[in-house]
């Protein structure tokens, strides 16, 4: 079975200024990783996921995340945040093997403030 | 390439009434899931289709609930009796036939809400 720890329930952060959010997930198997972003009242936006190979993954809207595989972790950054990033953010976890369902963290609040 | 659908966005209930939510997966996408959102929580399983065949159900599907996908195209989840604890916001995602990875693809949701 997988688990994901989202350490950080909210992240205050001014416009323009970098924001990583940081995502622990433990497996006793091989997995793959996925950030979702949630705006209000919507559902999951896939914003990048980590399948194998390099461990550095570029996504949408200048999202970028870090796999690391001996802290098992998988934070995801951006240089310069907007207003508009202001969201829920999901980090989720599946094995390479056997059950499809996600796992999902309990999700980090980005507050991106004027 | 529509996106997931689902219907209806907002369902208002009483307790004890029996209520159904319809997903449509992205064209061609032959695996569907359902997943359960409360507030301030990540989405949890519920279950999980690939073409109309049920292959994962969570411990959270209590005998209330069901799921069914009669032609492998879209799917219905129905809530019998339904309780105060089932408001929540119920997710549909589906992957595509093709895809060894299963990245899932998010429909806008149907939030629940019982009196």
């Known amino acids: 079975a997988q688990s994901v720890t989202q350490l950080d329930s909210q992240v205050p952060v001014f416009e323009e200024a970098p924001v990583e959010l940081r995502c622990n997930y433990s497996s006793s198997v091989s997995v793959y990783l996925f950030w979702y972003v949630q705006y209000p009242n919507q559902g999951l936006q896939l914003l990048l996921k980590?399948?194998?190979?390099?461990?550095l993954v570029k996504g949408i809207n200048g999202f970028e995340a870090e796999f690391n595989k001996s802290q098992t972790s998988f934070h995801l950054r951006k240089p310069s945040v907007h207003i508009s990033d202001t969201a829920e953010y999901f980090c989720a976890v599946r094995g390479d093997t056997g059950r499809r369902a996600l796992t999902f963290g309990s999700g980090t609040r980005l507050q991106v403030q004027p | 390439d529509t996106g997931v659908s689902q219907d209806p966005r907002h369902k208002i209930t009483k307790r004890g009434q029996n209520v159904t939510f319809r997903c449509d997966p992205i064209?061609?996408?032959?695996?569907l899931y359902w997943y359960r959102q409360t507030l301030g929580q990540g989405p949890e399983f519920l279950t999980y289709?690939?073409?109309?065949?049920?292959?994962?159900k969570s411990r959270l599907l209590s005998d209330r609930f069901s799921a069914e996908r009669p032609k492998g195209s879209f799917s219905t989840l129905e809530i019998q009796r339904t309780e105060q604890g089932d408001s929540a916001m119920y997710l549909c995602?589906?992957?595509?036939?093709?895809?060894?990875?299963?990245?899932?693809?998010f429909g806008p949701g149907t939030r629940l809400t019982v009196l």
């Open positions: 289709f690939q073409n109309e065949a049920q292959l994962e």
């Open positions: 980590y399948l194998s190979g390099s461990t």
């Open positions: 995602a589906s992957s595509p036939r093709l895809d060894p990875t299963d990245t899932q693809y």
């Open positions: 064209s061609e996408h032959n695996r």
